[in-house]
């Protein structure tokens, strides 16, 4: 499986984005996919995951703001982040591993490129 993240941009607090996940390969519908972000001097951070029935889950920070989806038809996982704060600026990364979500992200086996997002005050 391979994945491109896109999406990424600046917004101002308060504002929204979308991410997209694109991923190759014919079984992609059966991975769960996992959203990861990382700000710089800092340690990877699970953001949200969902499995291969559209089960969710979301890190504490972004609950309730973010809502992770998939279209297993186009082979893509979306991220819509809405009500940005500047502490969710970072790369974002997508990664898809076979079974469930996590948000341990050495479980997973496969990674996007990483896209930036800068959420000025």
């Known amino acids: 499986v391979q994945l491109q993240a896109s999406g990424g941009g600046l917004v101002q607090a308060g504002g929204s984005l979308r991410l997209s996940c694109a991923a190759s390969g014919r079984t992609f519908s059966s991975y769960a996919v996992g959203w990861f972000r990382q700000a710089p001097g800092k340690e990877r951070q699970f953001v949200a995951a969902i499995n291969w029935r559209s089960g969710t889950i979301y890190a504490d920070s972004v609950n309730g703001r973010f809502t992770v989806s998939r279209d297993n038809a186009k082979n893509t996982v979306y991220l819509q982040m809405n009500s940005l704060k500047p502490e969710d600026t970072a790369v974002y990364y997508c990664?898809?591993?076979?079974?469930?979500?996590?948000?341990?992200?050495?479980?997973?086996?496969?990674w996007g490129q990483g896209t930036q997002v800068t959420v000025s005050s």
């Open positions: 990664a898809a591993r076979k079974g469930e979500e996590t948000g341990t992200y050495y479980l997973y086996g496969y």
